[in-house]
């Protein structure tokens, strides 16, 4: 793969990252997330997957790698799930105090 590919790549991967990080802010630990991951699905379709699929269109991406990077944004979107599931189990546990 090209240096100029795999910087590009790298910026994508970099812009995925943050975007996770901003809808784990937004979550909520009462529940009711799910909205969170659906948006965070269509960012990833809508913007990312058209750049990743012209490089290899372009033949600057062989199959596998395309397939490889779009399966790394899509188990961000599995992460995401985790982590909110985390939060809202955090939130649901008893607060200790000083005598517990």
């Not at 961000?76 to 517990?100: C, M, R, V």
Request: aromatic content about 12%; some cysteine.
């Amino acid at each position: 793969m090209e240096e100029n590919v795999k910087k590009e790549l790298d910026t994508i991967k970099e812009m995925v990252l943050r975007w996770q990080k901003s809808f784990l802010g937004w979550a909520t630990s009462d529940g009711g997330n799910d909205y969170l991951l659906e948006e965070f699905s269509e960012e990833i379709s809508t913007y990312v997957s058209p750049l990743v699929r012209r490089l290899y269109e372009s033949k600057f991406l062989s199959l596998y790698e395309h397939h490889e990077f779009m399966e790394s944004c899509y188990n961000q979107l599995n992460e995401l799930s985790d982590l909110i599931k985390i939060k809202e189990a955090d939130a649901k546990q008893p607060k200790k105090g000083i005598w517990a």
